[in-house]
């Protein structure tokens, strides 16, 4: 019997296919139910999608899985979701995640010109809660302050470095809700030992005791920790964690006002067909952990706020390309070459070495075999090889003389990419922007798709380069 080298043989022997989010239909692939053959022949490629009704999934997967978790324990505090707005500032992003009741965390100055946009537009309402993060500049800080001065009553300005507090004391109108962000120790392999992000551990009591604790101007709410490693089942995360709450029993026996641990983002996504991650434990055990701690210290447990970014945008995302032709290189190294860069338009791929899952659109039928893909920059970074699960990518095979071209999917791409690759700005090469459609449910509850910007053209590019 001929032992089976198709494609779709491959990936159903390898995963458990067709899985969430995923499917074949009439040999095509299907992402969350739609058919992206017709998204490629209505708009072309290179062409990247987002799927909105995702977001508002993710939301409430999360807000159940810990609202759930609290109640199985008796957990006496309440749940914020907090979308963190760097991981996606586009305006369907936040209109989407805004219809869902959640609240803010923000990370840098324009930040605050976003906010009051959303606020006058009427989609975000003056009580919202804002965590404001980051290392604050002159003109951070005066935009908080402004916030707060015109009645965003819910502003949380957390304090990266302790002499931020002296411009708020001095600018503030009345009280102030205040923050204090912990620097966690970053994972032992890591070039530095302590996150750059935050006070240090050991000088936070100290400033709390100094600054805050007998200044009538000042209300401490929230204590916020992040390990930017992400949310993971070892032991690291687990003693990060433990410290933090540690710290918060130890001032929360000092002050009447804290009452919010923050822990930030880091919740993964799917990358790949294989990921397993057991969400419903990590966040059990993340609920068990704050109360646990809180006991011994004999303080009420916290309200638990996250900032959830890439959980909550990444699996709305796809970028889909053409592949434009095959490249033997020797008698190993073949390469699909597709019609944009992926240097530029999922940079994480080459910077940081983030996988995401990719699958062809087409040709599931036909045999695989190994390849490189290869993007239009003449950067030899330019590629991507490896999956999570295996050190090689699998795609079909195809005959150059076949009418119809391979195309290929990344998906679960909606976070960052598009601000790290500074959308329409200049790129490498001049490789243009591709084209961007959205997927949503319009108010008769269909879904329908819609060009929300076209390729990146040559004017455009000139145009700030000074032509
Ligand atoms: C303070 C803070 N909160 C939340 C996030 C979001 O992280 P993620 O997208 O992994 O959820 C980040 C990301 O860097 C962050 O720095």
Redesign the pocket.
Known sequence: MAVPNRYFDLIDQTFYFPQEGFDIEDGYLVFNGVPLIYLIRKYGTPLKLTYLPKIGTQVKKARNLFTRAMKSVGYRGKYYYCY?T??SHFSYVLNEVLKHDVHI?T?SAFDIDLIRRLYKKGRLPKDTIIVC?GFKTEGYLERITTLINDGFENVIPICDNMGEIEYYEQHVRGKCKIGIRVATEEEPNFEFYTSR?GIRNADVARFFHEKIKDNPKFELKML?F?V?T?IKDTLYYWGELKKAVKLYGEIKQHSKSLNAINI????PIRNSLGFEFDYKYMVKEIVNLILQSCEEDEVPEPDIFT?????TVGESGAAIFSVLGQKLQNDSEMWYMIDNSLMTTLPDTWGIAERFILLPINKWHNDYRRVNIGGLSCDNSDYYNSEVHESQVYLPSYDASDPEPLYLGFFHTG??QDSISGYGGIKHCLIPSPKHVIIYKNSQGNIVDKLYQPEQTAEEMLKILGY
């Open positions: 963190c760097k991981s965390e990370s993060n992000l916020h992040f930017d992400g930030g983002g880091g919740m900032e959830f970014g890439k959980y976070a960052y």
